[in-house]
Nanobody, 122 residues
Framework: QVQLVESGGDLVPAGGSLRLSCTASGRTFSNYAMGWFRQAPGKEREFVASISWGGDSTLYAASVKGRLTISRDNVKNTVYLQMNSLKPEDTAVYYC???????????????WGQGAQVTVSS
């Protein structure tokens, strides 16, 4: 059974930083590319960033490139999202998931954790 537990969300001022964590279980973590997604109020969930199974390749949505950094620890079965220079438009619930493939930007499973709420004040 897939389990995804996100943490690290908070209320921060514009320009601030946060580090999100997601611990995944139920599948062999190191066999999968991993991704971060976010859903803002009244909007659909959108892709944010992805990382290859080995951690050597990353992809980002244009809106976050240069400000957010995805990384992973295959020993701890954890994927991270370092968020710098945060903007009010980054306010959303952030989710992680296993990916169908590194370049697909599509979740492998139709299951989502509780997410991490990030609120950026102006």
């Amino acid at each position: 059974q897939v389990q995804l537990v996100e943490s690290g969300g908070d209320l921060v001022p514009a320009g601030g930083s946060l580090r999100l964590s997601c611990t995944a279980s139920g599948r062999t973590f190191s066999n999968y590319a991993m991704g971060w997604f976010r859903q803002a109020p009244g909007k659909e969930r959108e892709f944010v960033a992805s990382i290859s199974w080995g951690g050597d390749s990353t992809l980002y949505a244009a809106s976050v490139k240069g400000r957010l950094t995805i990384s992973r620890d295959n020993v701890k079965n954890t994927v991270y999202l370092q968020m710098n220079s945060l903007k009010p438009e980054d306010t959303a619930v952030y989710y992680c998931n296993f990916l169908k493939s590194y370049g697909s930007r599509q979740p492998a499973f139709d299951y989502w954790g509780q997410g991490a709420q990030v609120t950026v004040s102006s």
